[in-house]
C-alpha cells in the first residue's frame, strides 16, 4: 500500500459514495446511465469472487464489500424504486459492444488459464470502457448535473492514481502487470475530455454543459 | 509477474 494507492481507493469509494447521495437526496437518477452502472456491477462481481477464494487484509475484504454492497444497491435505486426517473431514452448506447470484446480479449490476453484468472481480467478490460455509455448519455442531453460531475471527476482520478501507484510499484517492488496498465491506461484516456470541461467549467461553478 | 501479486489490488 502507497499512497497512491489509497488515494486512488478513497477516490473510488468518494465517486460511489457521491452516486448514492445524489440518487437518495434527489429522490432521482436522472442523468446517470443505468448500463454504466450495470456494468460496473458486472465488473465488480466478477473481480470480487475472490473474496470466497483468497484473503489478503481486513482492508481489502472490507472495501470489495463495500463496492459490491453499493453497486447492487444503485441498481436497486435506478431500476426499483426511483425507476420512472431513469432516462433510458439518453441511455442508448449497446454495451453488448463493450461486454463481448471484454470477454473475447480475457480470453486471449490473460496471465493463467482458470475461470477465476479469466473473470479478474474480463473484469479488468470491461472496467476499463465501463463509463463509455455514461459519457455518451452527457454527450447525448449535453449535460450534466453539478453532483454528477463530481462523481465523475471522482470516480475517473481513481484510475489516474493508480497509474501513479503502478510506476511507484515499479521502481519499489518492481511489480509490472501488464494487463492492468495498458487497461489503466485506456480507462484513464476515456475521461480525459471530461476532465477538461470539469477543470475549465464545473470548478469555476459553472453547469457542465457541452457547446 | 505472477497474476497473484496484481490481486492485492481493487
Same mark, same amino acid.
Given at each position: 500500500?502507497?499512497?497512491?494507492? $489509497?488515494?486512488?481507493? !478513497? %477516490?473510488?469509494? !468518494? ?5 448514492l447521495?445524489? &440518487? ?14 450495470l $456494468?460496473?456491477?458486472i #465488473? ?6 475472490? /473474496? ?9 475484504s ?10 447492487y ?6 431500476? =426499483?424504486k426511483?425507476? *420512472? ?9 449497446r ?5 463481448? *470484446?471484454?470477454? #473475447? $480479449? %480475457?480470453? &486471449?490476453?490473460?496471465? #493463467? ?12 478490460? !470491461?472496467?476499463a #470502457?465501463?463509463?463509455m *455509455?455514461? /459519457? ?10 453539478t ?13 489516474? !492514481? ?5 510506476? +511507484?510499484?515499479? =521502481? ?5 502487470d501488464?494487463i492492468? &496498465? ?5 480507462q484513464?484516456?476515456?475521461y480525459?475530455?471530461?476532465? +477538461? ?10 453547469? $457542465? %454543459?457541452l457547446? | 509477474v ?9
Open positions: 500500500m502507497n499512497i497512491f494507492r $489509497l488515494c486512488g481507493d !478513497l %477516490s473510488h469509494l !468518494l465517486a460511489i459514495l457521491l452516486l447521495f445524489k &440518487i437518495w437526496k434527489t429522490r432521482s437518477c436522472a442523468g446517470i446511465s443505468g448500463k454504466t452502472q $456494468l460496473f456491477t #465488473v465488480y462481481t466478477a473481480r470480487y469472487l475472490d /473474496l470466497f477464494t483468497s484473503f489478503v487484509s481486513v482492508y481489502n472490507v472495501m470489495k464489500i463495500v463496492f459490491l454492497t453499493a453497486s444497491g444503485t441498481l436497486y435505486l435506478m431500476f =426499483y426511483f425507476k *420512472p426517473t431513469y432516462d433510458h431514452n439518453h441511455d442508448s448506447f454495451i453488448l459492444y463493450l461486454i463481448v *470484446p471484454a470477454l #473475447v $480479449l %480475457s480470453f &486471449i490476453i490473460v496471465h #493463467v488459464y482458470t475461470v477465476m484468472e479469466i473473470l479478474w481480467t474480463f473484469s479488468i478490460y !470491461l472496467e #470502457v465501463a463509463i *455509455p455514461q /459519457l455518451f448519455m452527457v454527450s447525448r442531453t449535453g449535460e450534466a448535473e453532483i454528477t460531475s463530481h462523481y465523475l471527476f471522482a470516480l475517473g482520478s481513481y484510475r489516474a !492514481l493508480y497509474i501513479l501507484n503502478w510506476i +511507484y510499484r515499479y =521502481y519499489t517492488e518492481d511489480f509490472l501488464w492492468t &496498465i495498458m487497461a489503466g491506461i485506456v484513464t484516456i476515456l480525459c475530455d471530461f476532465f +477538461y470541461l470539469y477543470i475549465t467549467k464545473v470548478l469555476k461553478g459553472k453547469r $457542465l %454543459s457547446p | 505472477k497474476s497473484d501479486e496484481a490481486h492485492d489490488e481493487l
